[in-house]
T-cell receptor, first 111, second 115 residues
Framework: QKEVEQNSGPLSVPEGAIASLNCTYS??????FFWYRQYSGKSPELIMF??SNGDKEDGRFTAQLNKASQYVSLLIRDSQPSDSATYLC???????????WGAGTKLIIKP | EAQVTQNPRYLITVTGKKLTVTCSQN?????MSWYRQDPGLGLRQIYY???????DKGDVPEGYKVSRKEKRNFPLILESPSPNQTSLYFC??????????????FGQGTRLTVV
């Protein structure tokens, strides 16, 4: 089992709809969780981070963390074609500060 | 401007010819790391450093070396590159606060081709 798992997609969502991206992790002691967006051939860029159970909202983006079930999700409201990218989930390993990365979910927003 | 600078951006080299990819950050971050990214495999950590003179292997360290003599620089060295090291490489840095990592800042990437 991979430490951080994401559905590779592609996930196709109509423009204006809500895109839902999911990530599960295996280390129950993990404390920091990050969502990054990466356009093809470019560097990952941070969208949101979350440390506590519950929801965290930032503009059109909402991160949700459920430590008991060991999953973290990202919701994108009012999806735009510019949101088409690969979304990477990263989980902070408590023991040595390593970030463990999922393989990413490719999101396609259809106009 | 806060940034991580990698050089070169693109590199084509031949098998066995030693090369170094440089990485420098201006944010005084303690933590720096190198990743490679291959299609379908996501980001895989090669080496990381928690501070000056402190480095450790990541998940795929074979064939690579690193050093951390100064806080701002973290070069990646391929002593004898092979074709299976053809990949997209990223350097990243972050600060350690409250027992965990904060946001990782990435360099622009280095696309390496070994023929």
């Amino acid at each position: 089992q991979k430490e951080v798992e994401q559905n590779s997609g592609p996930l196709s969502v109509p423009e204006g709809a809500i895109a839902s991206l999911n990530c599960t992790y295996s280390d129950r002691g993990s404390q920091s969780f990050f969502w990054y967006r990466q356009y093809s051939g470019k560097s990952p860029e941070l969208i949101m981070f979350i440390y506590s159970n519950g929801d965290k909202e930032d503009g059109r983006f909402t991160a949700q963390l459920n430590k008991a079930s060991q999953y973290v999700s990202l919701l994108i409201r009012d999806s735009q074609p510019s949101d088409s990218a690969t979304y990477l989930c990263a989980v902070g390993r408590r023991s040595n500060y390593q970030l463990i990365w999922g393989a990413g979910t490719k999101l396609i927003i259809k106009p | 401007e806060a940034q991580v600078t990698q050089n070169p951006r693109y590199l084509i080299t031949v098998t066995g010819k030693k090369l170094t990819v440089t990485c420098s950050q201006n944010m005084n971050h303690e933590y720096m790391s190198w990743y490679r990214q291959d299609p379908g495999l996501g980001l895989r950590q090669i080496y990381y450093s928690m501070n000056v003179e402190v480095t450790d292997k990541g998940d795929v360290p074979e064939g690579y070396k690193v050093s951390r003599k100064e806080k701002r620089n973290f070069p990646l060295i391929l002593e004898s590159p092979s074709p299976n090291q053809t990949s997209l490489y990223f350097c990243a840095s972050s600060s350690q606060q409250g027992g965990g990592n904060t946001e990782a800042f990435f360099g622009q990437g280095t696309r390496l081709t070994v023929v």
